[in-house]
T-cell receptor, first 116, second 114 residues
């Protein structure tokens, strides 16, 4: 089946630093990937849609200059949290479409970000 | 705006009990419906999905869901739960066709007691 990986799985950083999270589709090509954020005991909230070769589409309220998304290849999208603050601490999850006729998204294992 | 509602936030069952988790959505057009499961410490996994056709969908691990268009519902069921079904369950929806992002419900935590 379709496999999506994320790296790192956990990261702890100091306030003000930047953190890059990678999302890879391992056995399929993904022209579209999605980035979600999950707060403790809450549901997933879409942050942005990452499109290969073009600019990402951000949801309302998500700062594009703070959450930089790059989708340079058909198997890799990156999310960079710039100048991280403690309120950015969260669980970041990516997903990618498997390429079927309609949406079937496969999720990465997530990245736990803790900003001190 | 499109929304997905899961009314059961926390469900506790004994093994062998039957399960039904509610899911309602607000969008009136064409929708694609999903149930995902998140086991403790693991990532989201697809349980089942509905795009079109037979409204009764069978998924993995003995789960099924029924799409009732008139009720805007897509409830998840399992006749007999196991301790290993303890997890968080999310209902999700996409609209129309194409590669669209999922809108998730708030999730239901299922705890199965041995």
């Amino acid at each position: 089946g379709a496999v999506v990986s994320q790296h790192p799985s956990r990261v702890i950083c100091k306030s003000g630093t930047s953190v890059k999270i990678e999302c890879r589709s391992l056995d399929f090509q993904a022209t579209t990937m999605f980035w979600y954020r999950q707060f403790p005991k809450q549901s997933l909230m879409l942050m942005a849609t990452s499109n290969e070769g073009s600019k990402a589409t951000y949801e309302q309220g998500v700062e594009k200059d703070k959450f930089l998304i790059n989708h340079a290849s058909l198997t890799l999208s990156t999310l960079t949290v710039t100048s991280a603050h403690p309120e950015d601490s969260s669980f970041y999850i990516c997903s990618a479409n498997s390429g079927g006729p309609v949406d079937t998204q496969y999720f990465g294992p997530g990245t736990r970000l803790t900003v001190l | 705006a499109q929304s997905v509602s899961q009314h059961n936030h926390h469900v506790i069952l004994s093994e062998a009990a039957s399960l039904e988790l509610g899911c309602n959505y607000s969008y009136g057009g064409t929708v694609n419906l999903f149930w995902y499961v998140q086991y403790p410490g693991q990532h989201l996994q697809l349980l089942l999905k509905y795009f079109s056709g037979d409204p009764l969908v069978k998924g993995i691990k003995g789960f099924e869901a029924e799409f009732i268009k008139s009720k805007f519902s897509f409830n998840l069921r399992k006749p007999s739960v196991q301790w290993s079904d303890t997890a968080e369950y999310f209902c999700a929806v996409t609209r129309g066709t194409g590669r669209r992002a999922l809108t998730f419900g708030s999730g239901t935590r299922l705890q199965v007691q041995p």
